[in-house]
Structure formats: C-alpha cells, structure tokens
C-alpha cells in the first residue's frame, strides 16, 4: 500500500519562498499509471488543488492560483515537491501531498485522489 | 473553473437513519461520448486527510461500505448513507474532475 509523506518547515515569513517535499514509499513515482499532486486545506475550510506532476514531468497547475507554484518531481528519490513564492498570510494551510487515482479518464488527465498523506501545516507569520 | 455547490452545509442524523447530501455543478460534468460523470465524493475526519468514497458519480472505492452510495447526472448529483453509523461523522466533499480539479465548500455531518 503506497504511503506519502510531506515534509517541510511549520513557519515561514511573508514574502518568502516555502518548499515542500512529499517522500513516497510503497509505490513508484516512475509508475506511468498516476499522477501526483499537492492540496491545500486553509484551517477549518476547504480544500483547494494546487498541481499535479507526472513522472515524465509534464506539469498540471491550478490557474486560479496564477503562477507563484512550481511543482517537480524527483523519481530517483521518488519524491516529489512544491515551491510557492512570495509567501503571504492567505497561504496558511495544511498541505497535503496525494496520489490521483490510476484509471483512465478520457478528456481529462487528472482523476481524483485515492491515496493522501497526513499534512503538513503552513503557517505565514512574520 | 466548475463551481461545485454542497447542500446543507451541515445536518444532523438520528444513528441507523439515512443521511443525504447534495452537490451540484456549475455545469455538466458528465462526457457524453464516455457516458460517465466526472464527480468524486470524499470523506474528512476531524484531524485526518480526505478519504476518497465514490468516483465517476456512482462506483465505489475498494473496502467503502456499501452503505455508501452515489447518483446524479450531468450536474445534480447525491451522496447518501443509507443507515448512518457513530463512524461516519465528519465532513464530505464533492469533487469535479471534468475540468481544473474543484471541491464543494463541504457538508459536515453529526448525530442527532
């Protein structure tokens, strides 16, 4: 059973860059069967997907989020991570890394997610 | 993107009573030419992360007890528990995967 992990700081400053890495054991991002994504969850609200990576490294981004995400993966660590610039309060938030559901889905490559970490939360605080 | 809506926001169910929640779309997110409605409903514990219940509207994921079901079309769609258990309390999500992946803002349910 594939498990994910996010691992990243707690805290970070307004205005700054915060990276986060999901550790993936259990199954192989080189799989050609899924996709690999991030969401995030602002507390006590809802969840909102960011990106979602595939192991050629084709990108999928949200585009209500405009452009200050960068996803990437790593398959020889079989990890995969998420950059988000210019950090500001409306991004605090629990963060989970999760794996999209291996079916096929005809006209639309991201099916929903079937395995998810346990979260990370983000605060933005100076 | 596809705005998804939830009603109600939040009710309360007697233990062994059905418990019914609504989700609809801003438009159809059913693809004609494959017959399937991009719709998924999750379940969230408090504390825990989502967990996924039922995919293309209807079909659920492996070890989901069939108390949980799914219907709908196009851009109406239906989670429903049909004898709520102490365990099922939390708060479901409907989710549209047609487009930009999109979430309902939630519906979380308690016992009465």
């Known amino acids: 059973q594939v498990h994910l992990q996010e691992s990243g700081p707690g805290l970070v400053k307004p205005s700054e860059t915060l990276s986060l890495t999901c550790s993936v054991s259990?199954?192989?991002?080189?799989?050609?069967?899924?996709?690999w994504g991030w969401i995030r969850q602002p507390p006590g609200k809802g969840l909102e997907w960011i990106a979602s990576?595939?192991?050629?490294?084709?990108?999928h981004y949200n585009p209500s989020l405009k452009s200050r995400f960068s996803i990437s993966s790593d398959t020889s660590k079989n990890q995969f991570s998420l950059k988000l610039n210019s950090v500001t309060a409306a991004d605090t938030a629990i963060y989970y890394c999760a794996r999209h559901l291996g079916i096929a889905a005809p006209r639309a490559p991201l099916p929903p997610f079937d395995s998810w970490g346990q979260g990370t939360l983000v605060t933005v605080s100076s | 993107d596809i705005v998804m809506t939830q009603s109600p926001d939040s009710l309360a169910v007697s233990l062994g009573e059905r418990a019914t929640i609504n989700c609809k779309s801003s438009q159809s997110i059913l693809y004609s030419s494959y017959n399937k409605n991009y719709l998924a409903w999750y379940q969230q514990k408090s504390g825990q992360p989502p967990k996924l219940l039922i995919y293309?509207?209807?079909t659920r994921e492996s070890g989901v007890p069939d108390r949980f079901s799914g219907s709908g079309s196009e851009t109406d769609f239906t989670l429903t528990i049909s004898s709520l258990q102490a365990e099922d309390v939390a708060v479901y999500y409907c989710?549209?995967?047609?487009?930009?992946?999109?979430f309902g803002q939630g519906t979380k349910v308690e016992i009465k």
């Open positions: 293309w509207a209807s």
């Open positions: 990576v595939y192991y050629t490294g084709s990108t």
């Open positions: 989710q549209q995967y047609y487009g930009t992946p999109t």
């Open positions: 259990g199954g192989s991002l080189s799989s050609s069967l899924y996709f």
